[in-house]
């Protein structure tokens, strides 16, 4: 398997590209998708009509060629994330594809030493099958 990276932002809803311990890394994202409906357009967030900016908030996914509209969550566990990874616990690389579907699981914040909840999308080492989570950034 290998997994074609995007050339760029504008062709992905999703990505992420970060650092983790032992040189580890994982860089994930998710394409945008064909419109189910006219197969014309890609499916992303609206635009602002006066800005043209996207509107990155915004609860919907819609097809600029047919107007189709999808709930976020609905359509959001439909697709794929794509994800190239160094493991951190076994330095195995490698790359995978799982369900763009968060869980939530428990993290340990380090300064405070409690654990959190906090949202992820989790998937396992190939190798040492230990998991790997690209946890959501809190604000
Ligand atoms: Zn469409
Ligand atoms: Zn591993």
Redesign the pocket.
Known sequence: MSLKEPKSMSECIYFTNRFLDNDGYIRAWVSKEM?E??G??LMGKPKDKKTGKVKIRAKKYH?P??N?IEEQKEYEEKLTVSIKYKCPHCGFESETQVPFKRKRIQILNEETQKKKAAESIRFQCEKCKENIDITKKMK
């Open positions: 419109c409906k006219c014309k357009g097809c060629e047919c189709n």
